[in-house]
């Protein structure tokens, strides 16, 4: 499961609305046309902190790991005014004693936001409230893979040739 699809299901969770109200980026998703709270969450470009490959001898596989660091974008939008009184819930949601278990269990750590940015602008005759929170992640991907492992070698042979 991606960084995105844990974080949508933490605020699904933590805010106690329908999960086709909360959303990732790039899934086709449509804005409802009530006036609830719905939220959007995107990942940006992921940075490579470092890896490493070792090889398990009880196993006879290949360990591969990767630490990544990532910026994701969780934006809170209504045309009533949910997103405005309720944005807050979002950091309080990340924060949470289940938002800590997801991370733990999954192997991935979030980082304290440093704002919340209003994006509210007139849509017509009405406002559409938006909020975008910021969000730092770390996580650790490995795969594992079977290697051929030679610990058999024929005897060296002593060839001497003489003129």
């Known amino acids: 499961m991606e960084m995105d699809q844990i974080i949508a299901g933490i605020i699904t969770n933590e805010l106690s609305i329908a999960p086709t109200r909360v959303s990732c980026y790039g899934q086709n998703f449509v804005a409802p046309k009530d006036g609830g709270l719905y939220a959007v969450v995107s990942m940006r470009t992921p940075f ?16 591969k790991e990767v630490s990544m660091f990532i910026d994701l974008d969780i934006e809170v939008t209504s045309k009533d005014r949910s997103a405005v009184e309720r944005k807050e819930e979002i950091i309080m949601a990340l924060t949470s004693f289940y938002s800590i278990s997801q991370q733990e269990e999954k192997g991935f750590k979030l980082f304290r936001n440093s704002s919340i940015i209003d994006l509210t602008f007139v849509d017509g005759s009405s406002s559409l409230y938006r909020f975008k929170i910021p969000v730092t992640a770390t996580y650790n991907k490995t795969k594992r893979t079977p290697v051929s492992y030679f610990d058999k070698y024929r005897s060296v042979e002593t060839d001497i040739q003489r003129k």
Do not use: A, H, P, R
């Not at 902190?49 to 290949?62: M, R």
């Open 48 to 63: 490579i902190l470092g890896s490493k490959q070792s090889f398990d001898y009880d196993t006879n596989e290949e360990i």
